[in-house]
């Protein structure tokens, strides 16, 4: 599929103006860069029916919203519900992939959401950009699919080669093109306004950002797949009808985690461009995560840092994993509850058809950090 057929059908050089319309109108100085787009996941936004087009009072409300974004919120109002959808599967997803880690991908408050830990450009920041960036194409590519926004269908994306010829192509698949395209506008938007010195730390942490960012999008775009349902006579398959659809985010989150695992330590080079730290390594693709900064010590609780530390965090006595005692109590010892533990126990098939459980309730060691 092609990547770069570059334009929001119709929409692309009025955005563009209004971006440097915004640019040149904002000045940008009283940037608050806790406040992000990411708090549209824990404020509720109104639905679309809810107010009227054109009064925009949605996008003034909204808090978080750079400039650009602003301006995006007001020509495409009907999409806000889907990025803060969006945001909110990619925190979610964020905190399932880092449950058994130091840091946890907990949020703080409404706001800044993360909290100061992501104006650090590590690894773990990285990763937060991917996976929300990759939220807002999962919920946009299949709000298009569902009808629910104006500027946008079903996929039109081109039949696979690859396809069996007597397969159909055309059922009503996810947008992911117009997903990818439209998060790439509005999420990045807030990056490109910024207008920090070439080769500048604050330059080096845009660069960072915008590269995590596609990485999150092409995540979702090339995860993507064919699906197919069958017809015909009683189910005997004869005829199939294809379409292109969305992989479970959580194969998404998957595989943007070993991303992270292998994610590429960067610097800014003279050049004012992000180059390897250590170029014995390969040089990061778009589908790659980069940082510039070393991680914070989560262990402890840190105002600066934002860390949260990992008192009062469970863990797991016998394992050698990151979940385990050891390692996430980071040798402060932990301390030993008994806790019951309610379960469905002794489950009998009935005929026919269901199955009768009993509630068992254990007493189990439960370990906790000190
Ligand atoms: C944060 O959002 C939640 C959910 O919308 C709300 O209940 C809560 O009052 C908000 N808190 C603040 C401090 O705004
Ligand atoms: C918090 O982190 C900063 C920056 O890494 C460090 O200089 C400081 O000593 C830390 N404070 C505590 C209380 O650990
Ligand atoms: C994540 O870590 C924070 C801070 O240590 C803790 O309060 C929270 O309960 C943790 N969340 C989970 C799901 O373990
Ligand atoms: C603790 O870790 C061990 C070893 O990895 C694992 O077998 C066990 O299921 C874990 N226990 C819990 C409660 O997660």
Redesign the pocket.
């Known amino acids: 599929m092609d990547m770069d057929g570059g334009s929001l059908p119709g929409q692309r050089s009025g955005l563009q103006t209004l971006l440097v319309v915004a640019l040149i109108t904002c000045g940008c100085q009283l940037w608050v860069d806790a406040n992000s787009w990411w708090s549209l996941a824990?404020?509720?936004i109104q639905r679309p029916e809810m107010y009227i087009i054109g009064a925009q009072p949605l996008c003034s409300q909204l808090s978080g919203l750079s400039q650009g974004q602003r301006k995006l919120c007001q020509l495409y109002q009907d999409h806000m519900v889907y990025i803060g959808e969006g945001a909110k599967t990619g925190i979610k997803e964020c905190q399932y992939q880092f449950r058994q880690r130091r840091w946890n991908c907990s949020t703080v408050?409404?706001?800044s959401v993360f909290g100061r830990v992501m104006h650090i450009g590590s690894r773990e920041t990285a990763f937060t950009y991917a996976v929300s960036a990759a939220g807002v194409v999962n919920a946009i590519s299949r709000a298009c699919r569902e009808g629910e926004l104006s500027t946008c269908g079903c996929s039109r994306a081109a039949r696979p080669r690859d396809l069996q010829r007597d397969w159909l192509w055309g059922g009503c698949g996810d947008n992911v093109n117009y997903g990818y395209r439209f998060a790439r506008e509005f999420v990045d938007a807030r990056e490109r306004e910024k207008n920090h010195p070439r080769g500048s730390e604050e330059h080096a942490r845009t660069l960072m950002n915008l590269q995590n960012n596609e990485a999150g999008r092409q995540a979702v775009y090339n995860l993507a797949n064919v699906a197919c349902k069958c017809h015909g006579v009683s189910g005997s398959c004869s005829l199939k009808t294809c379409w292109l659809q969305l992989a479970d985010f959580r194969r998404v989150g998957e595989f943007l985690k070993e991303k992270y695992d292998s994610a590429a330590a960067m610097r800014i080079g003279r050049k004012g461009k992000l180059e390897l730290v250590n170029n014995r390594f390969n040089a990061p693709t778009p589908e790659d995560l980069v940082y510039i900064d070393p991680s914070p010590d989560y262990c402890v609780r840190n105002e600066t840092t934002g860390s949260l530390g990992t008192q009062g965090r469970l863990c797991n006595k016998t394992s050698e994993g990151m979940d385990g005692c050891e390692l996430m109590c980071c040798g402060r010892g932990y301390d030993q509850f008994k806790t019951y533990q309610h379960e469905r126990c002794h489950c009998k098939f009935h005929w026919c058809c269901y199955v009768k459980c009993k509630r068992c309730t254990a007493l189990v060691d439960q370990f906790v950090c000190k």
């Open positions: 824990m404020n509720p408050d409404n706001t």
